[in-house]
């Protein structure tokens, strides 16, 4: 500091100060070189700290990282990733986000967009479906126990973007990419337990009480028990959420355009689809069966590890309309999809007539496509 401003002082004692100078030169390059490489180890401990919070967030020392280091990681990061949770079983994202015009959305997350005040700007679903709200509560005074999966529509696109600013609310679902009776497999196994899985809708009901009113003694009838309506169940989608958790593409193949999209699913162990159909059948010799259709379904039912198997309906509609014949079909599906949310096996060839449908011989002769 004398040699600064002083240059007698500097001519004086030059051989001392370069001597200073190449000393300090030398530790502050140690100094700066240790601390760049303490602060990158140190960076990349609280980067794989932060990658396995999941996994160590129920230890003991979970405490001092979410003390500490939680609080510097955007909150819409744990929101639209999975976090927060285990990497086994690996997770996806879905996301139902009601716009500020009352449209409701639903897909999986992909990437958001955060501002420089923390809020969020926007981001992308994938796979996303549109609730038709107003169809929907218009059926539902017709029938209360309406599922609300037959009004779902999918948007076309592969991603679909929403502005941060358009959102009045969000709701996340962390889902397991596996099927669930998969997982609960391989935890029986890690037990030591081999045994089968089979997921089955819930056939308990729940019955309200109500308060005893003081009546006249009269004779009591026992009341018939109602079937109850599931709502797990997904209907006429064009992109299949069982196909999706099992890793494989969830678009459904249909022949023709012309193809009605009929569909069942619990998105968890079987999916059915009309592949192609229906279809008016002729005899070998050309003559137009009257009133006859051809129905080919396609199925998969995880507990007995079958894929893509073929399921074949002759549909005996009489007079009815094309239309009728449709809503036939739709019929034939839901009896199909019960078979295989029970876990049974359908048979290759049914035929339908006069609102049943029966098994028939594999055997039958060959049933000529009509043009």
């Known amino acids: 500091m004398s040699a600064s401003y002083s240059e007698k002082y500097f001519d004086e004692n030059r051989d001392k100060l370069l001597a200073a100078f190449e000393r300090v030169l030398r530790r502050q390059v140690h100094f700066l070189t240790w601390y760049y490489a303490a602060t990158a180890c140190w960076a990349l401990l609280c980067g794989l700290i932060g990658w396995q919070y999941g996994n160590?967030?129920?230890?003991?020392?979970?405490?001092?990282?979410?003390?500490?280091?939680?609080?510097?990681?955007?909150?819409?990061?744990?929101?639209?990733?999975?976090?927060?949770?285990?990497?086994?079983?690996?997770?996806?994202?879905?996301?139902?986000?009601?716009?500020?015009?009352g449209i409701l959305y639903q897909g999986a997350a992909g990437i958001f967009h955060v501002g420089g005040d923390g809020k969020l700007t926007g981001?992308?679903?994938?796979?996303?479906?549109?609730?038709?709200?107003?169809?929907?509560?218009?059926?539902?005074?017709?029938?209360?126990?309406?599922?609300?999966?037959?009004?779902?529509?999918?948007?076309?696109?592969?991603?679909?973007?929403?502005?941060?600013?358009?959102?009045?609310?969000?709701?996340?679902?962390?889902?397991?990419?596996?099927?669930?009776?998969?997982?609960?497999?391989?935890?029986?196994?890690?037990?030591?337990?081999?045994?089968?899985?089979?997921?089955?809708?819930?056939?308990?009901?729940?019955?309200?009480?109500?308060?005893?009113?003081?009546?006249?003694?009269?004779?009591?009838?026992?009341?018939?028990?109602?079937?109850?309506?599931?709502?797990?169940?997904?209907?006429?989608?064009?992109?299949?959420?069982?196909?999706?958790?099992?890793?494989?593409?969830?678009?459904?193949?249909?022949?023709?355009?012309?193809?009605?999209?009929?569909?069942?699913s619990d998105g968890r162990s079987y999916h059915i689809y009309l592949q192609y159909g229906p279809t008016p059948q002729s005899t070998a010799t050309g003559?137009?069966?009257?009133?006859?259709?051809?129905?080919?379904?396609?199925?998969?039912?995880?507990?007995?590890n079958r894929r893509n198997e073929s399921v074949i309906v002759v549909v005996s509609a009489g007079n009815e309309s094309y239309d009728r014949v449709v809503q036939i079909v739709e019929m034939v599906a839901d009896k199909l999809a019960l078979m295989l949310r029970d876990g049974k096996l359908p048979a290759k060839f049914y035929g339908w007539s006069a609102g049943n449908l029966s098994e028939l011989p594999a055997k039958k002769g060959p049933i000529k496509r009509g043009k």
């Open 56 to 101: 160590i967030r129920e230890w003991k020392i979970a405490y001092p990282i979410e003390k500490f280091m939680i609080p510097a990681i955007s909150e819409w990061h744990a929101m639209f990733t999975p976090f927060t949770f285990p990497h086994s079983p690996e997770r996806w994202v879905q996301v139902d986000a009601l716009s500020s015009d």
């Open 287 to 304: 003559v137009s069966m009257a009133g006859v259709y051809l129905a080919h379904f396609r199925y998969d039912l995880d507990s007995k």
């Open 123 to 264: 981001f992308f679903l994938k796979n996303t479906k549109r609730f038709l709200r107003t169809e929907y509560l218009e059926a539902k005074k017709l029938d209360s126990g309406v599922s609300r999966e037959r009004y779902w529509r999918m948007i076309p696109g592969e991603t679909f973007y929403l502005p941060g600013d358009k959102i009045s609310n969000l709701n996340f679902t962390y889902v397991a990419k596996q099927p669930l009776d998969t997982l609960a497999k391989d935890n029986l196994k890690k037990m030591n337990i081999d045994a089968n899985v089979v997921i089955q809708p819930a056939t308990a009901t729940v019955q309200i009480k109500e308060p005893l009113k003081t009546q006249p003694a009269q004779d009591v009838q026992p009341r018939e028990p109602q079937q109850t309506k599931t709502e797990t169940d997904f209907y006429n989608f064009r992109v299949c959420k069982h196909c999706v958790l099992n890793r494989m593409s969830g678009l459904l193949p249909r022949i023709t355009q012309d193809t009605p999209v009929i569909s069942r």
